[in-house]
Nanobody, 116 residues
Framework: QVQLVEFGGGLVQPGGSLRLSCVAS????????LGWSRQAPGKEREWVAR???????QYKEAVKGRFTISRDNAKNTVYLEMNSLKVEDTAVYYC??????????WGQGTQVTVSS
C-alpha cells in the first residue's frame, strides 16, 4: 500500500505563504489523480486542489489564484504552494492519491495555522 507523508505545515501570518510537500512511497506516474484536502476544527473535510493524470487541474473556488498544485514524478512528490493565506485557510491539510481503480490513499496530515 502506498504511503504518503506531508511536510511544510506551520504557523504563518495572514498574507503569508507556505509550501506543502507530499512524498509518496511509490511511483505516482500512473495515478488517476493527486490532490490536497483540508479539515478545519468542527468542519467536514473538503477538497482544495487536485491534479489529474492528463495534467488537468482543479481548485476549490476559495483558493483560486492563491494556491498552486504541482507534481514531480521523478521525486514521487506533489506540492501545494499557498500564497496570500487567510485566517480561514487554517486547517489540517491532507494529501491523497487516487489510483486507476478509484481507491484513495491518504497522508497523516499537516497543520497549517494562519494567525497574527
Amino acid at each position: 500500500q502506498v504511503q504518503l507523508v506531508e511536510f511544510g505545515g506551520g504557523l504563518v501570518q495572514p498574507g503569508g505563504s507556505l509550501r506543502l510537500s507530499c512524498v509518496a512511497s511509490g511511483s505516482i506516474v500512473d495515478t488517476y489523480s493527486l490532490g490536497w484536502s483540508r479539515q478545519a476544527p468542527g468542519k467536514e473535510r473538503e477538497w482544495v486542489a487536485r491534479i489529474f493524470r492528463g495534467g488537468d487541474i482543479q481548485y476549490k473556488e476559495a483558493v483560486k489564484g492563491r494556491f498552486t498544485i504541482s507534481r514531480d514524478n521523478a521525486k514521487n512528490t506533489v506540492y501545494l504552494e499557498m500564497n496570500s493565506l487567510k485566517v480561514e485557510d487554517t486547517a489540517v491539510y491532507y494529501c491523497y492519491k487516487q489510483d486507476m481503480m478509484g481507491r484513495h490513499s491518504w497522508g497523516q496530515g499537516t497543520q497549517v495555522t494562519v494567525s497574527s
